[in-house]
Structures are given as C-alpha cells and as structure tokens.
C-alpha cells in the first residue's frame, strides 16, 4: 500500500518575481526559511497561489529544485503540476520526481476543458511517468472542467498512486465517495473562509492560502477539527474572519505578498496583470493587521 503524504494542513505558497517579472530564486530561500521557522509541516510549490500558469514549464522544474534545495527533508513538498498540452505536464511530474518531491498535485488542463475521456488521458500519461504519490486537483470554477465522480473513481482504482483529490468544486459528493474509496483515499479543500462546513461534508483538511500569513492561527483550527472540535474551530475562525474577507476582497495573492514583504520576508511581486496594492489598499491591510 502507497504510504499517503498529503497532511491535513500544508500552505500553498506564494511564488517570488521581481519587479521585472522574473522569477526571484534568492527570495524562494527567504520564504522557505520563513515557512521552516514557523514550523510549516508541508508546502504545495507551483499551485493557483504560486502563479503557476504565469510560469514556463522550465520556471516550474526551476521552483522545484530550488525549493527542494533549500527545505531539504525539514517539510514536505507537493509539487503543483497542470498544463494545457499533456506532454508539458508530463514534463513537470518527471521534474518533480527528479528533485525529490513527496508528491504531485496533478490539476487538469485550464480553459481547454477536455472530455472526461481526455481527461482520463491526460491523468495516465503522468500516472505512467512518475512513481510519486498523485492527489488531484479538482477545480471548475478556475478551469472550466469537472471530474465527473465515476471518473474520479475509475482513476483511482487504475492508479493506485492515486490516494487524494483536492476539490474545489461541488462538495455534496466527498463523503459518499471516500466510502467507496476507502480511509486511505484523502480530500482536502483549498478554501480556507469555509473549511469548518467542509469538514462536516467529509473533508478532512486543506492546502491553505492563509496559511502563509496566518501560519499558527491556521493550523490551530484544523487540529482542532483534526480533534472533532467544531464548536471552538468556529470560535477561532471567526477571530481572523475580518482579514480573510478583506484580502480576498483586495486580492490574495498580491496581499499576501504586501503583508510578508512588510514583515521583512522578501515575497516579491505579482506578474502582470496582477498588479500591486494601491496606497488606499495598503492602509486598509495595516489598519486591520496592525492595529
């Protein structure tokens, strides 16, 4: 049996540009250093958060190996993999495994929406070039395709390495389909504003966004729904709600980056079109988190 490295709570981190737009390496040091020393159990590298498909395939192996290099074994990494052409992501699940990563987040192609026959393609093509362990990332919304659950089953039962779905889609079906997957099998969620309602749908963690920022306060509530307490899960989440709400109001990823830059923990900037926050953005974002 495939041992299953995807934890209840890992962070999608940011990914580094500088102002020019290319990717910084010296800063990835800067955030891996940051996300060591506060203990983060696991890392999804080159996800939706990171900018993955702002990135070319060889930026992606170059995040990789870099992040790789300087975390060592001190965290887990899941390596973000998704491409439009099928070879590309065969590319990135081949790299991934050359930098010794623990895992793949395998995301299925953005805008082409293929067939659930295409699909299955496209999962076997990276399923049959790397032996690492793969959860699948589910995400309608951002791609215009949905993994139907027969297919999502059928997969999984003809590769093994298969053994997690992130699904950022419809959440009625998760309890019905861990049953037949089995315990092993793991969904975790990407939402971070509504993880407590989407534990009581079966999920049983998150790779967070607010985790970059909110490192403890996020992992304080997982474990305690980890602990099957809601009650004082509820309590927690509803002490940061004020700040979840306005930096997705803002925009995430350039906030979060605005908020570890002003800690001193050099984030970079966003790729256009992304830009950074205005003046009256900043203001904002200092008045609700240093009071």
Request: proline share 4%; aromatic share 8%; charged share 25%.
């Amino acid at each position: 049996m495939i041992h299953n490295p995807f934890l209840s709570y890992s962070i999608a981190m940011v990914t580094p540009f500088n102002e020019d737009g290319d990717l910084d390496k010296g800063s990835i040091q800067e955030l891996v250093d940051y996300y060591v020393s506060k203990q983060a159990p696991a890392l999804l590298i080159s996800g939706s958060t990171g900018e993955q498909h702002s990135m070319t395939i060889q930026e992606r192996a170059e995040l990789y190996h870099e992040t790789k290099r300087h975390a060592q074994d001190n965290l887990l990494l899941y390596g973000g993999v998704a491409a439009t052409v099928t070879k590309d992501a065969v590319i990135l699940a081949r790299e991934a495994e050359h930098a010794k990563l623990d895992a793949i987040m395998l995301g299925f192609p953005p805008y082409v929406r293929p067939t659930q026959a295409e699909a299955y393609n496209y999962v076997k093509a990276v399923c049959e070039a790397t032996t690492l362990p793969i959860m699948l990332y589910n995400n309608p919304p951002r791609n215009g395709f949905n993994l139907e659950v027969d297919m999502l089953l059928k997969l999984a039962h003809d590769y093994p390495q298969i053994i997690a779905l992130k699904e950022a889609g419809n959440p009625d079906h998760v309890k019905s389909t861990k049953e037949q997957l089995g315990e092993g099998f793991k969904v975790l969620s990407g939402f971070d504003a509504s993880i407590i309602d989407y534990y009581e749908k079966g999920y049983e963690g998150i790779t967070s966004i607010m985790g970059n920022i909110m490192l403890e306060e996020i992992r304080h509530i997982i474990k305690l729904l980890d602990d099957q307490n809601r009650d004082q899960a509820t309590i927690e989440l509803k002490k940061i709600s004020e700040k979840i709400n306005l930096i997705f109001q803002i925009g995430a990823i350039k906030t979060i980056k605005f908020i570890l830059t002003r800690q001193g923990i050099n984030a970079g900037y966003c790729r256009e079109p992304l830009g950074k926050l205005t003046l009256d953005e900043q203001e904002q974002v200092i008045r609700t988190f240093w009071p």
